[in-house]
Nanobody, 126 residues
Framework: QLQASGGGLVQAGDSLRLSCAAS????????IGWFRQAPGKEREFVTA????????WTSDSVKGRFTISKDNAKNTVYLQMNSLKVEDTAVYYC?????????????????????WGLGTLVTVSS
């Protein structure tokens, strides 16, 4: 199972780091993506990483502010969010699936991920 954590209430301009951990399995051989869903809006791709093959893909809406990374020893993927804006307010989800299903440009396709964790709420106030 996937578990996203680290959400909270912050002010615009602040930073926050989210974590995605997998219980009972390794991320080796998997692609891990971050998605978000704001109230009343559709789910949106944020960024993703291929654990073993390498490579990341990031939405233009967060490029330059958000960074995805991984810690092999902790089997955890992080989403570092800097310069947060009010419009970043959303529930953030991590998802995973075998990286062989993806090319870099398809990492943003939610329909390719079969494993989803419970989200973590990020609220950015003005």
């Amino acid at each position: 199972q996937l578990q996203a954590s680290g959400g909270g209430l912050v002010q615009a301009g602040d930073s926050l780091r989210l974590s995605c951990a997998a219980s009972g399995r390794t991320f080796r051989g998997y692609a891990i993506g971050w998605f978000r869903q704001a109230p009343g809006k559709e789910r949106e791709f944020v960024t993703a990483i291929r654990w073993t093959r390498g490579g990341t893909w990031t939405s233009d809406s967060v490029k330059g502010r958000f960074t995805i990374s991984k810690d092999n020893a902790k089997n955890t993927v992080y989403l570092q969010m800097n310069s947060l804006k009010v419009e970043d307010t959303a529930v953030y989800y991590c998802a995973a699936d075998e990286e062989r299903k993806f090319i870099l440009s398809s990492l943003g396709l939610a329909r390719l991920y079969d494993n989803w964790g419970l989200g973590t709420l990020v609220t950015v106030s003005s």
